[in-house]
């Protein structure tokens, strides 16, 4: 059974930073993507992160410049640094992954950025 399990949510002040992980378990098989959603409270899941099928980072407009995606394949762990984080970044952020047409989601951590 396939299971990510994330962890490095917590609360910062505005301009801090915090550095999220997701790592993988129950499989050997090397997940095609791997990306970071986030909700906000009362709004959808959107995605914050990810690289496309041919490697390359994407980020939403929203976290250009301050967000940094990056991810071991080996290990199928995905992480990401976020940097001048702003009261607008809270939300739940949940790791991704599509492994072999399987899509599968962590249980989400908390992130709460206070002004």
């Known amino acids: 059974q396939v299971q990510l399990v994330e962890a490095g949510g917590g609360s910062a002040q505005a301009g801090g930073s915090l550095r999220l992980s997701c790592a993988t378990s129950g499989t050997i098989l090397r997940a095609e993507t791997m990306a970071w959603y986030r909700q906000a409270p009362g709004k959808q899941r959107d995605l914050v992160a990810g690289f496309s099928n041919r490697g390359s980072p994407v980020y939403a407009d929203s976290v250009k410049g301050r967000f940094t995606i990056s991810r071991h394949q080996a290990k199928n762990e995905v992480y990401l640094q976020m940097e001048t984080l702003k009261p607008e970044d809270t939300g739940v952020y949940y790791c991704?992954?599509?492994?072999?047409?399987?899509?599968?989601w962590g249980q989400g951590t908390q992130v709460t950025v206070s002004s």
């Open positions: 991704n992954a599509q492994i072999w047409g399987g899509d599968y």
